[in-house]
């Protein structure tokens, strides 16, 4: 079974700060999705990463998979209250179901 | 904008009883799923459907439960004995191309089994 591995598990920091989170496995994924889930709802998709090396941006949200695809990391400029939540790295691994990391609470603070 | 959607959005049953939890994917997609989260618990994944059958299931998907599409919009999830350990938000997800396919989710249905 490949394993999603997330870090930091918890992050409060104040508004206008800049923050990444990690997203880590020891196998290869054909791809990564980043989500963002709020309490008692579904994950929401944020962005799939394809390609190693990939950077895709989204506002002040910045992505990137890792060149050997085990890796991917969110970037979040200037955080805002709005961005509080529960982000989730996922992904397709080679001959695997879809699995999701952990996640890594964020708490951003006005 | 195209969503799926889940009903009940709360199911409160007691133990032994059978459930069936709803889900309307997103019309154009193919490709369905179950995840389930226990409180405070990563989203694992159940089961996907692809064409009428089951494409994978994980060792949670047993004998207790079963998925079925019984017309063109409906994609069912069915607890035919539930257990309190079933207790959890169940989410349903589709997509339109399987692999590196981007999944949609619904906003989940919370069973909960007293």
């Known amino acids: ?29 054909s791809s ?18 394809v390609t190693g090396g990939e950077v895709k941006k989204l506002k002040r949200l910045t992505f ?20 509080t939540g529960l982000y989730l790295c996922a992904g397709w691994g080679y001959g695997q179901n879809f ?4 996640g890594t609470r964020l708490s951003v603070l006005p | 904008e195209p969503e799926v959607t889940q009903t009940p959005s709360h199911q409160v049953t007691q133990m032994g009883q ?20 226990i409180l405070g618990q990563k989203v694992e994944f159940l089961v996907s459907f692809y064409n009428n ?21 409906n994609f069912t999830l069915k607890i035919r004995s539930t257990k309190l350990e079933d207790s959890a938000m169940y989410f349903c997800a589709s997509s339109s191309q399987k692999g590196r396919g981007e999944q949609y989710f619904g906003p989940g249905t919370r069973l909960t089994v007293t």
């Open chain 2, 18 to 37: 059978e459930v069936i939890l709803r889900c309307v994917p997103i019309s154009n997609h193919l490709y369905f799923y179950w995840y389930r989260q």
């Open chain 1, 64 to 83: 990137q998979f890792g060149d050997a695809r085990k890796d991917s990391s969110l970037h979040i400029t200037a955080a805002q209250p709005g961005d």
């Open chain 1, 1 to 29: 079974t490949q394993l999603l591995e997330q870090s930091p598990q918890f992050l409060s920091i104040q508004e206008g700060e800049n923050l990444t989170v990690y997203c880590n496995s020891s196998s290869v994924f």
């Open chain 1, 32 to 49: 990564l999705q980043w989500y963002r889930q709020e309490p008692g709802e579904g994950p929401v998709l944020l962005v799939t990463v």
């Open chain 2, 53 to 73: 059958e089951i494409s994978e299931k994980s060792e949670i998907f047993d004998d207790q439960f079963s998925v079925e599409r019984p017309d063109g919009s």
């Open chain 1, 99 to 102: 699995v999701f990391g952990p």
